[in-house]
């Protein structure tokens, strides 16, 4: 069974204005942790943001918020003021305690967003 | 400052071959991992260690051999490549990750693989 899932292969949004990428995930941990990554088409990972399955407020980082939701096994990504350069390829990733001290990340499939002048 | 270095960038080879990766880091983590992004963009965990111990084997064919000299180092050999060795593999390292806490890898650039 997919652990993470991003439904969205694509999405496009105009500069400036906020866009949300989706990201749901399936684990019976109790505790785990989701991130988020950027991949350029330079190829590099970037890591953007990460929740804990414990944390009481959403992450937010600059531009970057997540927007938790644990009932619904949610954690989807919101760009706010979307620039040029944020068109990329977003993976989520979720690490769970059950993976013990090997760091383990499970990704999702991943969302390609191109942002349009 | 490279934070987590992969050498080479490139390597195309042959089928049959023998090739090896290298991987550096220099923020001071004692984990490594290796990771495969295969053509469709999915990636997924081969190995990781941990203070020079391997720690996870994600049923990867024993013709890929990691090898940690130290924690600053993991290398991957990969023997008798095959067209489906094909990818982009990257290196990442973290702190050691415990039960809580973020723990976020820092991925090197990546080497793309061909195999002809």
């Known amino acids: 069974a997919q652990k993470i899932t991003q439904t969205q292969p694509g999405m496009f949004v105009q500069e400036k204005e906020a866009v949300t990428l989706d990201c749901t995930y399936d684990?019976?941990?109790?505790?785990?942790?989701l991130f988020w990554y950027k991949q350029p088409s330079s190829g590099e990972m970037i890591f953007l943001i990460y929740?804990?399955?414990?944390?009481?407020q959403n992450a937010t980082e600059g531009r970057y918020s997540l927007n938790f939701q644990k009932a619904r096994k949610s954690a989807n990504l919101v760009i706010s003021a979307s620039q040029l350069g944020d068109s990329a390829m977003y993976f989520c990733?979720?690490?769970?305690?059950?993976?013990?001290?090997?760091?383990?990340?499970?990704f999702g499939q991943g969302t390609t967003l191109q942002v349009k002048p | 400052d490279t934070a987590v270095s992969q050498t080479p960038k490139y390597l195309v080879t042959q089928m049959g071959n023998d090739k090896s990766i290298k991987c550096e880091q220099n923020l001071g983590h004692d984990t490594m991992y290796w990771y495969k992004q295969d053509s469709k963009k999915f990636l997924k965990i081969m190995f990781s260690?941990?203070?020079?111990?391997?720690?996870i084997n994600e049923t990867v064919p024993n013709r890929f051999s990691p090898k940690s000299p130290d924690k600053a180092h993991l290398n991957l050999h990969i023997n008798s490549l095959e067209l489906g060795d094909s990818a982009v593999y990257f290196c990442?390292?973290?702190?050691?990750?415990?039960?809580?806490?973020?723990?976020?890898?820092?991925f090197g650039p990546g080497t793309r693989l061909t195999v002809t």
């Open positions: 260690y941990n203070n020079k111990e391997l720690i």
């Open positions: 990733a979720m690490r769970e305690s059950g993976s013990g001290n090997t760091g383990k990340l499970i």
């Open positions: 990442a390292s973290s702190q050691t990750p415990r039960l809580a806490g973020i723990y976020e890898q820092y």
């Open positions: 929740q804990g399955s414990y944390d009481q």
């Open positions: 684990t019976s941990d109790p505790s785990y942790g």
